[in-house]
């Protein structure tokens, strides 16, 4: 089997191994993350890269592959993020478990700075690695061989808070769409993006649970295509109907009035109630507001930073230019030309008609509302 596979931007690269291939993808179980074993296990991820084409997992034993798996999207979506880096720290010190407990801990300090540096704007990224931090430090005079069980035990906490968390947001959210809907989502923030059912799909899997017809138009989400390769996968293979779109299209839609809503995932949520989100999520909130329509973001409080005040402050990943100019293997720009590839936007709050997170709705989008719902019974 050829273990070097294709960046999404055309870029080979050898990632960790590659360890099963299904026939086709409706037919296939992988998980999105799993943890193989015990403390001396390893992480297995789904390749998103590869989808729809190709349901292939790998298996990562270092740390270095976690990162670079993160790093090239073959695990991505905050949630997913948070919960790939928490299992990564384990991965990471499976080696140094016979070590001193000085020697463990430099190295906890090394492995989860490389995580940290992976991608920059998903805060649940950082907000796993500082649960992990906290369980080393409550810790400080145990062994390294428990304190690695406490990690992964903490790696299996934090992926189980996510799928209950993707539970609750899909109940909270359904009373948000009734029957025959048809919604508008932007990016992938379903299972693929999580350890559940997702933020912004489990409000449609929740409705449609619930005896709700409910139909998706998909933005297929320039440059890597989350929308088109992701979400109609997911979709559809859930039986949820589904039309994808080009990101172009989306006004047209809604001028048809084909949609009634739009719900979409966060990255990181300020204060302020300011959202950051894949790119092109903004131009969305403004066409919604243009056309009179609900625009909803589903995220849980692992998402939101109460640390910056509005989404000024959020850092926006910018990525690799061959992503735009030699999308998936064709060049489709000239030679040297000038590009400038943000991977997420900031929708400003004011556009925000409601956020789900599994606390409960804030509505309307203020720093008071969602400061009152995340402290609340915390
Ligand atoms: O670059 P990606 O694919 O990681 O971007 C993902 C998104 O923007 C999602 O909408 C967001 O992470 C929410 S996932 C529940």
């Not at 035990?153 to 947001?169: H, N, S, W």
């Not at 989100?277 to 919604?288: E, H, M, Q, R």
């Amino acid at each position: 089997m050829d273990e070097a596979t294709t960046e999404a931007d055309g870029t080979r690269n050898v990632p960790a191994t590659i360890v099963s291939a299904a026939s086709s993808p409706a037919n296939t179980n992988a998980p999105v993350i799993e943890w193989v074993g015990e403390s001396d296990g390893w992480l297995r991820l789904l390749d998103q890269t590869l989808l729809p084409c190709e349901t292939k997992t790998i298996d990562c034993r270092s740390v270095e592959q976690v990162v670079e798996a993160i790093r090239s999207l073959r695990v991505r979506g905050a949630p997913a993020i948070g919960v790939a880096a928490a299992y990564g720290v384990v991965v990471g010190l499976r080696e140094s478990a016979s070590a001193d407990r000085a020697q463990f801990d430099e190295q906890m300090r090394v492995i989860t700075q490389q995580l940290a540096e992976s991608r920059p704007t998903a805060v649940n990224l950082f907000w796993a690695l500082d649960r992990q931090r906290r369980v080393a430090e409550r810790s400080a005079t145990a062994l390294p061989t428990d304190v690695l069980k406490a990690l992964l035990a903490e790696a299996r906490a934090i992926e189980l808070d996510d799928r209950a968390m993707c539970a609750a947001i899909g109940q909270y959210g359904t009373e948000l769409l009734n029957d025959g809907n048809t919604v508008l989502t932007h990016c992938n923030a379903g299972a693929l993006a999580t350890a559940g059912d997702g933020t912004a799909l489990a409000v449609i899997y929740a409705a449609v649970a619930a005896g709700k017809m409910i139909r998706v138009f998909a933005d297929e989400t320039r440059p890597l295509l989350q929308g088109s390769r992701l979400t109609a996968w997911e979709l559809s293979r859930r039986g949820i109907p589904v039309t994808v779109i080009c990101d172009s299209m989306a006004a047209t839609v809604m001028r048809q009035r084909k949609v009634q809503a739009v719900i979409v995932g966060a990255d990181r949520i300020a204060a302020n109630g300011d959202t950051a989100n894949k790119i092109g999520t903004y131009s969305v909130a403004c066409l919604a507001k243009t056309h009179g329509l609900p625009f909803y973001v589903a995220a849980p409080s692992s998402t939101f930073d109460l640390s910056l005040a509005n989404g000024e402050q959020i850092p926006i990943e910018e990525r690799s230019p061959t992503e735009i100019t030699h999308g998936f293997g064709r060049q489709t720009a000239p030679d040297g030309i000038d590009v400038y590839n943000p991977a997420f936007d900031v929708t400003p709050a004011e556009l925000i008609t409601a956020i789900i997170t599994e606390r409960g709705l804030i509505r309307p989008v203020t720093a008071e509302a969602i400061r009152t719902l995340l402290t609340s019974g915390s």
